[in-house]
Antibody, heavy 123, light 107 residues
Framework: EVQLLESGGGLVQPGGSLRLSCAASGFTFAHYAMSWVRQAPGKGLEWVSAISGGASRTFYADSVKGRFTISRDDSMNTLYLQINSLRAEDTAVYFCARDVAYYHDSSPGVDYWGQGTLVTVSS | ETTLTQSPAFMSATPGDKVNISCKAS??????MNWYRQKPGKAAIFIIQDATTLVPGIPPRFSGSGYGTDFTLTINNIESEDAAYYFCLQHDNFPITFGQGTRLEIK
């Protein structure tokens, strides 16, 4: 059974940093691209970042480029999102999701999701 | 970037009803549309791939239709367990984008 379990969320002050993790199990993690998607309170889903298999390419939404860094450790079956210079508008539940394919830019979307981890940016 | 306009934002149905949820794309996306269901505190579940393909394990009460810019998720013979948040995703062009979601209540 595919499982994705996010962790690392919490309350952080504006300008602060957090590192989100997504522990994957039930499939060969290295064979898939992975994505981060977030949902702000009362808002729709927003794709944030993705990383292709083998960490060959990374992708970012314009709203987070330069502040967020996605990475993966295939030996630990874990996806990461380093989020820096946090702003109030980054407050959201952050989900990790498995892409359907190895390369994000040719993947027909995502097929499995985690339950999310809440990031709250507030002073 | 493709904008997806999903409607309605909220709907209420009675067990046995048929419901339709719409997702309209701001540009032609062929059949590159997926649908998902999410219950509070749970991981979202993939239900329809590429506009019309039912994901294995999903009941045939669910179906998808559409091509180009107009897409519909149909749920026949609604059951109480179908109460959830439903959303669409387009994967035709970068970045993937989502509809605003539909909250389905079962009376």
């Amino acid at each position: 059974e595919v499982q994705l379990l996010e962790s690392g969320g919490g309350l952080v002050q504006p300008g602060g940093s957090l590192r989100l993790s997504c522990a994957a199990s039930g499939f060969t993690f290295a064979h898939y691209a992975m994505s981060w998607v977030r949902q702000a309170p009362g808002k729709g889903l927003e794709w944030v970042s993705a990383i292709s298999g083998g960490a060959s390419r990374t992708f970012y939404a314009d709203s987070v480029k330069g502040r967020f860094t996605i990475s993966r450790d295939d030996s630990m079956n874990t996806l990461y999102l380093q989020i820096n210079s946090l702003r109030a508008e980054d407050t959201a539940v952050y989900f990790c999701a498995r892409d359907v394919a190895y390369y994000h830019d040719s993947s027909p979307g995502v097929d499995y999701w985690g339950q999310g981890t809440l990031v709250t940016v507030s002073s | 970037e493709t904008t997806l306009t999903q409607s309605p934002a909220f709907m209420s149905a009675t067990p046995g009803d048929k419901v339709n949820i719409s997702c309209k794309a701001s540009q032609d996306i062929d059949d590159d549309m997926n649908w998902y269901r999410q219950k509070p505190g749970k991981a979202a579940i993939f239900i329809i791939q590429d506009a019309t393909t039912l994901v294995p394990g999903i009941p045939p009460r669910f179906s998808g239709s559409g091509y180009g810019t107009d897409f519909t998720l149909t749920i026949n013979n609604i059951e109480s367990e179908d109460a959830a948040y439903y959303f669409c995703l387009q994967h035709d062009n970068f970045p993937i984008t989502f509809g605003q979601g539909t909250r389905l209540e079962i009376k």
